[in-house]
């Protein structure tokens, strides 16, 4: 088992090169364009959070479901999987700005179904009507279960949680969520913040390069130590 620093640093490096550029990160700026940014990044935030949690404690059980050899030699597998599939996505990718381009046009068709139920308020009257609400009715308003639902929905299945499950069964799981959820709070505060002017700055193409080559130097240094023990 690796030390927390190490699970740490490790966890933070992915996440962040992981969700900078993904489709929550163009999700959480279009929502926060549209919506109260508070509610935004407490709806995005809280979904990133939750799936790290759960995605921690998952790998924290792959070694009681299997040997923890095979778990070791499992992640690195998947290590220089999501490495060679960051590496191809890169060299895929035919402009920047299509991936935000796809997830705006996907919200903008929920906007449209959802029509009708949202021409009545007005952004005064949303103000006003916050203003009352109690605490938890504004925790769990509709933008804060959208946020959170497209985004838990989002990462669901995608290669930054299935990395967090193996990282989490070879390294420290501490250290692991600690990482994994302060880099999940600065790319989405980043999102949140910037919203289309940083989105639109971001070269995809050079994040999943980055992203490949930090997963390949994990599986290099997964199997060395699998050589040395």
């Known amino acids: 088992m690796s030390t927390v620093v190490q699970g740490f640093t490790k ?11 993904d489709k929550t990160f163009f999700a959480a700026a279009i929502l926060a ?29 792959a070694p009681n479901l299997l040997s923890r ?5 499992i992640t690195t597998l998947l290590f220089f999987g999501f490495g060679l599939w960051s590496l191809w996505d890169a060299f895929k990718q035919d402009g920047d700005d299509d991936e935000f381009a796809e997830v705006e ?7 449209k179904a959802n029509a009708g139920a949202t021409k009545k308020s007005s952004k005064d009257d949303d103000d006003l009507k916050k203003q ?16 959170f639902s497209i985004t838990f929905f989002g990462e669901w299945g995608d290669k930054s949680q299935l990395a967090t499950i193996g990282l989490a069964a070879d390294e420290n799981p501490l250290g692991v969520v600690l ?19 940083l989105a639109s700055q971001i070269s995809e193409k050079i994040v999943a390069l980055s992203g490949g080559v930090l997963f390949i130097v994990f599986g290099i240094q997964s199997f060395l130590s699998t050589v040395e023990a």
């Open 11 to 21: 966890s933070l490096a992915m996440t962040v090169l992981s969700e900078i550029g």
């Open 33 to 61: 364009m549209r919506h109260p940014r508070r509610l935004v990044l407490s709806g995005c935030l809280g979904a990133l959070i939750v799936m790290t949690i759960l995605s921690v404690l998952v790998g924290l059980a």
């Open 69 to 73: 050899k095979w778990s070791h030699h």
């Open 105 to 111: 046009a996907k919200l903008d068709a929920d906007l």
């Open 132 to 147: 009352k609400r109690l605490f938890l009715l504004q925790f769990f308003s509709p933008i804060f279960l959208k946020a």
């Open 179 to 197: 990482g994994g959820i302060l880099g999940q709070a600065l790319c989405t505060t980043a999102a949140v913040l910037g919203g289309k002017s």
